[in-house]
């Protein structure tokens, strides 16, 4: 029973290259969401979907990211043309198709994207 | 406000001893509250969670105590171990899949 996949678990990218995040979730889980943590904080909503849909990325900043989940693979967080500022470690979560809330989420062991 | 703060920053506690997190929060609307641990290296990982319907939940060595009145919350972990040295995270939701995460209390358990 595996629980939410995340690859890689480092990324190393210079600046103004384009980083890709890749989020497999729990068996069963239709719902994914992805979370941002800089050091010694706590992680800050970016974006959630369900397949093929984004239900809500206000999270994400304007420029440069995009996110999916198609309806077979992965969920991917594109970060495009990288500043050192987007070093972090990215969280993706999941949870069942439970209804509008409130249903525990389940974390990834995060990639951690480091931009020379 | 949708922030939720935490205390302590950092945590050193004697083996034994008790551990004491506390969250506080504005927005009446956040009716589930999960706890999470994080290892270094790790995702973090629920521990325990209340809603605002009861005022204690303990499992374990774990308890979260709960004042809707006061809008605040905490984290007891009794007896506790140098296995439970860890960053300690609580979290708010309010019927929705948006968790606001507080901003984290590293524990250190002294053997």
């Known amino acids: 029973n595996a629980g939410v996949m995340q690859n890689p678990r480092h990324l190393v990218r210079r600046r103004g290259q384009e980083a890709r995040l890749r989020c497999s979730p729990m068996k069963g889980h239709s719902h994914v969401y992805w979370y941002r943590q800089l050091p010694e904080e706590g992680l800050k909503f970016m974006v959630y979907l369900q397949k093929e849909n984004i239900i809500d990325e206000s999270g994400m900043p304007k420029e440069r990211f995009s996110a999916e989940f198609p309806k077979e693979g992965p969920s991917i967080l594109r970060i495009q043309q990288v500043v050192r500022g987007d070093s972090a470690a990215y969280f993706c979560a999941s949870s069942p198709p439970t209804g509008q809330g409130n249903s525990p989420l389940h974390f990834g062991n995060g990639t951690r994207l480091t931009v020379t | 406000q949708q922030q939720v703060k935490q205390s302590p920053q950092s945590l050193i506690v004697q083996k034994g001893g008790i551990s004491i997190i506390n969250c506080a929060y504005e927005n009446t609307a956040f009716d589930y509250f999960p706890w999470y641990q994080q290892f270094p290296g790790k995702g973090p990982a629920l521990l325990i969670a209340?809603?605002?319907?009861?005022s204690e939940k303990k499992e374990g060595r774990f308890t979260i105590s709960f004042n809707k009145s006061a809008k605040q919350f905490s984290l007891h972990i009794m007896d506790s171990q140098p296995g439970d040295s860890a960053t300690y995270f609580c979290?708010?939701?309010?019927?929705?899949?948006?968790?606001?995460f507080g901003t984290g209390t590293r524990l250190k358990v002294l053997a």
């Open positions: 209340i809603r605002p319907d009861v």
């Open positions: 979290a708010a939701s309010g019927g929705t899949y948006k968790y606001i």
